[in-house]
């Protein structure tokens, strides 16, 4: 995000839920489904389905790791 503008969070509206994933087990991050990853943060309102279709701020994703990362349960 930081790339992409804006340079603080402060400027973006706050989520009423979070959610943090953690891996059921220790081991390397090996592939994503980006596009159910993408079409679920469409249905939260992160994306549009249509072009009239509003954008909620609010909602979005954050993600903590990268392909080949090693990840751990602690």
């Given at each position: 995000?930081?790339?992409?503008?804006?340079?603080s969070y402060d400027r973006l509206p706050?989520?009423?839920?979070?959610?943090?994933?953690?891996?059921?087990?220790?081991?390397?991050?090996?592939?994503?489904?980006?596009?159910?990853?993408?079409?679920?943060?469409?249905?939260?309102?992160?994306?549009?389905?249509?072009?009239?279709?509003?954008?909620?701020?609010?909602?979005?994703?954050?993600?903590?790791?990268?392909?080949?990362?090693?990840?751990?349960?602690?």
């Amino acid at each position: 995000l930081v790339r992409q503008g804006p340079t603080s969070y402060d400027r973006l509206p706050r989520a009423q839920h979070s959610h943090t994933i953690h891996p059921k087990a220790s081991g390397r991050l090996l592939k994503m489904n980006t596009e159910q990853i993408g079409l679920a943060l469409i249905e939260l309102g992160a994306g549009r389905k249509k072009t009239t279709d509003k954008i909620d701020f609010s909602s979005g994703l954050e993600v903590l790791c990268r392909i080949g990362d090693e990840l751990t349960t602690d």
